[in-house]
């Protein structure tokens, strides 16, 4: 069974092999095409022209044809070996490999015409006795076949090369190195439509003044070869600028259509060296971009809570400041320096993120915010910045819930405050830099009842205000419990408890 290295070296073989056979299948499609047109124009005249249909040129052209086959099947395989062998790898490029692939096109067009300059120069040398009229049929033969076999090479090897370039084009800046679409458009008429238009107006003009061709010539057979093979390559020449345009195009329609399904992940290959490129590129930025937002939101919300950070991006600036009814729950540890003392730093880290997970996991599910953690305490508002009609509820709900969830947890024990009342909620801080919170006497006195609770069995106390907010069914859960004066405040608050009944817990 052959190794890896076996596997990748025959996969670069096998696609430099399909590229040399797409070149010189161009070539040889472009050989016959140009054939037929000057053995047509040849048999329409006399003297010079016709001098050219003789048994010695067949076989100087058939060699020549040969010949360059050849030669173009083995420099497009020499050409792009080097970028296979990192491409199929998987492997980065270096500067030099990545400038060798993205100048891939460049050196196939060059060596194309290299081809028909060296192999027309070869056979108008050898028939350079044949006359002014040969010569020029021979010279536009080859001017045709060079621009017909680089086009129609561009289209059969397209599929090939393309993600070669794409691999080595990550960093592209923008550089304009091919033909835009609007050049590409022209230059396509004008080989494909106005230079056969034009070829076919100077024969007809040649023929009516027995210019070359005697009068007495037909011109059927010549006519009607000439836009024959310029109807095929004007064909392929269009589907090659279509491809190029349209390719592109929809690979970024396609994954527009997946970036707004929320795959920011989705990028499109930059093979282009033009505007379709700079396209290209402007779409892998612009979702880079969006990923960016997206990360840089989704940690805005860890620190802050999902509600403000959504309603920072939607808003473009944090939440109205404003006085509103909110219900605040807090809780907090017991015995904390006491749990420093018997772990080491990590275990108690540990200990307080088990704590804080099972405390923003209730948060959440009953919609509140998280609105700061200090040290072993953790301070949740209900209402803000989202205003509801149950905070209340919600608060009383998911203290219940934590009473019986943090139960289970070992070596942990705490005490919860719910109050309810008006605050204010909004941006405290310097312009550049604040932070959202509440403020107001229901938040001391949650922090308060938290201290209180730790002394009681249900180790959760709720106010009277925040009770009697609650929906009629969440009151049902809640018994009073004493009417006591916390520290630091002048007036008995009226603390209730979880029903036991209960549980403490829906």
């Not at 093979?229 to 929809?250: F, T, Y």
Request: glycine fraction near 8%; aromatic fraction near 6%.
């Amino acid at each position: 069974m052959p190794d890896e290295r076996t596997e990748r070296s025959g996969s670069a073989s096998g696609l430099a092999t399909r590229y040399a056979l797409a070149l010189t299948s161009a070539q040889l499609l472009t050989v016959a095409e140009v054939a037929a047109v000057v053995i047509s124009l040849s048999t329409q005249s006399v003297g010079e022209a016709s001098a050219l249909l003789t048994k010695a040129n067949l076989i100087i052209l058939i060699g020549l044809v040969v010949a360059s086959l050849v030669a173009t099947a083995a420099v497009a395989y020499w050409s792009i070996t080097p970028s296979l062998r990192w491409f199929v790898a998987g492997l980065e490029p270096n500067a030099v490999q990545r400038r060798h692939a993205i100048n891939l096109v460049r050196r196939e067009t060059v060596m194309l015409v290299t081809t028909w300059a060296i192999s027309g120069a070869a056979f108008i040398v050898v028939n350079a006795h044949s006359g002014v009229s040969a010569i020029a049929l021979l010279v536009f033969g080859v001017l045709f076949g060079a621009t017909s076999s680089v086009s129609t090479s561009l289209l059969f090897s397209q599929r090939i090369y393309r993600p070669i370039v794409a691999a080595a084009n990550v960093d592209f800046t923008g550089r304009t190195t091919s033909p835009g679409v609007v050049p590409r458009l022209v230059l396509m008429w004008l080989v494909n439509s106005a230079l056969p238009s034009i070829s076919v107006a100077v024969l007809i003009v040649c023929h009516a003044n027995g210019w070359f061709i005697p009068t007495t010539a037909s011109l059927v057979v010549p006519v009607a070869v000439m836009t024959f093979v310029s109807v095929l390559l004007g064909l392929r020449a269009l589907i090659l600028v279509s491809r190029s345009i349209s390719d592109p195009i929809n690979d970024v329609v396609d994954a527009m259509a997946e970036v707004e399904r929320g795959e920011l992940g989705r990028t499109v290959d930059v093979y282009e060296q033009s505007e379709i490129g700079r396209l290209q590129h402007g779409f892998n930025r612009m979702v880079t971009g969006l990923a960016e937002r997206d990360r840089l939101r989704e940690l805005f919300g860890r620190h802050v809570g999902l509600d403000v950070a959504r309603l920072a991006v939607e808003a473009g600036e944090t939440p109205t400041s404003e006085v509103r009814d909110v219900a605040i729950l807090f809780i907090d540890l017991a015995d904390s320096t006491q749990l420093a003392t018997n772990r080491t730093p990590q275990q108690v880290a540990d200990v307080l993120n088990a704590f804080f997970g099972i405390v923003v996991a209730a948060v959440d599910d009953r919609g509140g915010l998280i609105n700061k953690f200090q040290g072993d305490a953790a301070l949740a508002v209900f209402g803000a910045p989202i205003q509801t009609d149950d905070a209340a509820t919600a608060a009383l709900e998911t203290a219940r819930a934590l009473s019986a969830d943090l139960a289970m947890l070992p070596s942990v024990d705490f005490g919860i405050g719910v109050s309810a009342g008006p605050v204010f909620a909004g941006n405290i801080g310097a312009e550049n830099r604040y932070e959202y919170t509440v403020i107001g006497d229901p938040v001391n006195e949650a922090a308060r009842l938290a201290d209180a609770a730790k002394t009681m069995q249900e180790r959760t106390a709720a106010s009277g205000a925040a009770v009697a907010r609650a929906d009629p069914r969440e009151r049902h859960r809640w018994m009073a419990h004493d009417s006591v004066v916390l520290r630091g405040r002048a007036e008995a608050t009226e603390i209730s408890v979880p029903r036991r009944e209960n549980g403490g817990h829906d």
